[in-house]
């Protein structure tokens, strides 16, 4: 297959990016741009008409994805075809939004009834803690459920319960511990009562070092406040695809929720990882969400390339990184629910695409995954938004609103709403140096002032943002929206030829973690490496002496 930056539609994008007119103008021209460049799924409207695209940046962008073969691989990753080269694993979180009577084969064996199986079995559990049925060791029900885990194990889980607030159970607090900084545990637990409490310990491998160090130092906690080692199942339960390990550290295998390496990480909400929003939300709320991420796949899968949200979200990410040099971007949510969905869809395409190599080990000759941030609106617009609307850098923006709030009061929604689509307004047409003038008309300042202050107040103008919008955020839209980043970000690294799927960068870091824990914890002063690491691990001996 033809490289990337080889295709006949790079060079023409390359030409054609530069010459397109400012998006002032382009609205001016047709007045039904909105109509062209805006579309619905799955509760979900996608506004794209504020990107820097007209018809023919648009079609050349679709035939960079046909010639890449993307449908090919959408395809793919669907059928469970070990697109995941370097661990030799499917890709199919998909899997665990399936329908009961599909067939989704991994290595020969239908995995649908197994994903079931364990449907079912986080069905029974959430129903016997939240009737009470589940006992803590003196026979009261659980008030407090204390989630550790890291990486996907806490991002998903937490995001989603933060995002999906309205629809707890109200008898349930949730708390989530992730850091291996004492000071997280320590601070949660200062919360909870080991008669009451329920920790589930949340980790696909069972061998990250900090969950690992969090749910030894949970244990300890427990048995030092009252409970006893037998007291263990009615207080731990564990997540994860080895369950033999997690059998060995000692936790009840009925306990056990398994998912599978045909899981990633940072795809893993809708697994058993899941259970801490089943628990606070319910099941049937947990299968919406399921439901509404199915949707968005069906969407993928069956929509025509020119009417696919994933794929017009994925492409204009391409476009800006790898024609306009773009270097992050960032996701404004203007609900306050929604605050940590960029920290959410940080790691979801960081870790994803945040690579160098093409699947095939070759050095890419083209810039990837860009830095994803992002906070709630409208507290940014009183921070970093100065630096979208002035600065220098080029920051495409996607707005996420829902039309209805939770909490309907006076004229608050109706003033985020508008800030957030006059914030997509201003990026776009910008101020021109003659209307800052113009604005200054009445002033008192001389002629110099005033120019001098007009051309502080120009903005360029023309950057881009996608606008999305949703009648109101429930379990269903939230699973389409995430979903649909899901994909977005499977856009890109399939375009791309990276392996979205491993992680090798974050291994490096750990292997070296634990070799200067070894020096820290040694008798020796620390000589072998560099001289920085070995001063700082001097400093750090001494001071514990
Ligand atoms: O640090 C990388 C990572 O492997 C993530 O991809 C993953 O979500 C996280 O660590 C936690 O891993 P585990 O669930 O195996 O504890």
Same mark, same amino acid.
């Given at each position: 297959m033809t490289k990337l930056t080889q295709q006949a539609a790079w060079a023409q994008l390359e030409a054609q990016t530069k010459q397109l007119p400012h998006m002032r103008a382009l609205f001016n021209a047709d007045p039904k741009r909105f109509d062209k460049m805006a579309l619905s799924a799955c509760g979900l409207l996608l506004d794209y008409s504020k990107n820097r695209a007209d018809e023919q940046t648009l079609n050349l962008l679709f035939d960079l994805a046909k010639t890449a073969g993307l449908s090919e691989k959408i395809r793919a990753m669907f059928n469970g075809e070990i697109i995941n080269n370097t661990e030799k694993r499917a890709v199919l979180h998909t899997a665990l939004r399936a329908n009961a009577d599909e067939v989704i084969l991994v290595d020969g064996v239908n995995i649908v009834p197994e994903v079931k199986q364990t449907q079912a079995k986080m069905a029974k559990f959430v129903q016997a803690v939240t009737s009470g &049925? /589940? &006992? @803590? !060791?003196? @026979?009261k029900a659980i008030t407090d459920i204390v989630s550790i885990g890291i990486g996907g194990s806490f991002l998903g889980p937490k995001i989603v319960t933060q995002a999906l607030r309205p629809y707890w159970n109200p008898a349930l607090k949730c708390h989530f511990v992730a850091n291996v900084d004492a000071t997280s545990l320590c601070e949660k637990l200062r919360l909870v009562d080991p008669e009451t409490t329920l920790f589930v310990m949340s980790s696909k491998s069972f061998g990250t070092q900090e969950t690992l160090t969090n749910t030894l130092s949970a244990k300890a906690w427990f048995l030092e406040n009252g409970g006893a080692q037998a007291d263990i199942a009615k207080h731990f339960v564990a997540v994860t695809s080895n369950v033999a390990k997690a059998t060995e550290f000692g936790m009840d295998a009925d306990n056990i929720f398994p998912m599978w390496d045909w899981v990633g990480g940072r795809y *893993?909400? /809708? *697994? #058993?990882?899941g259970l801490p929003i089943a628990l606070l939300i319910g099941m049937d709320n947990f299968n919406e969400l399921l439901a509404g991420a199915k949707a968005m796949d069906k969407h993928f899968v069956e929509a025509p390339l020119e009417s696919n949200m994933p794929v017009i979200m994925g492409l204009f990410s391409l476009l800006y990184g790898n024609f !306009? +040099? #773009? +270097?992050s971007h960032v996701v404004l949510t203007y609900d306050h629910y929604l605050r940590g969905l960029p920290a959410y869809f940080q790691q979801l395409d960081m870790e994803s695409n945040g690579k160098s190599v093409t699947l095939n080990g070759d050095k890419v000759d083209h810039s990837t995954g860009p830095v994803i941030w992002g906070g709630e609106g409208t507290n940014g617009q009183h921070a970093y938004h100065q630096l979208l609307h002035q600065g220098t850098a080029l920051i495409p923006a996607d707005f996420i609103l829902p039309l209805q709030s939770h909490n309907p009061l006076g004229e608050h929604h109706v003033q985020l709403a508008s800030n957030c689509i006059g914030q997509t307004q201003a990026l776009m047409q910008g101020r021109t140096f003659d209307e800052a003038l113009a604005e200054l008309e009445g002033s008192s300042l001389s002629q110099d002032e005033k120019a001098l202050i007009a051309k502080h107040k120009v903005m360029e103008g023309n950057k881009p943002s996608n606008t999305l919008l949703m009648n109101k955020l429930t379990p269903e839209t939230l699973g389409a929206l995430i979903a649909l980043y899901e994909h977005r970000t499977f856009v890109q690294g399939a375009l791309w030829d990276i392996n979205s799927f491993d992680q090798w960068g974050v291994e490096l870091g750990k292997t070296l973690g634990n070799d200067v824990l070894a020096r820290l914890q040694s008798q020796q002063e620390a000589t072998a490496l560099d001289a920085s690491s070995n001063a700082l691990i001097n400093l750090y001996r001494r001071s514990t002496i």
């Open positions: &049925k /589940w &006992k @803590g !060791y003196t @026979g *893993s909400l /809708w *697994s #058993a990882i !306009y +040099q #773009a +270097q």
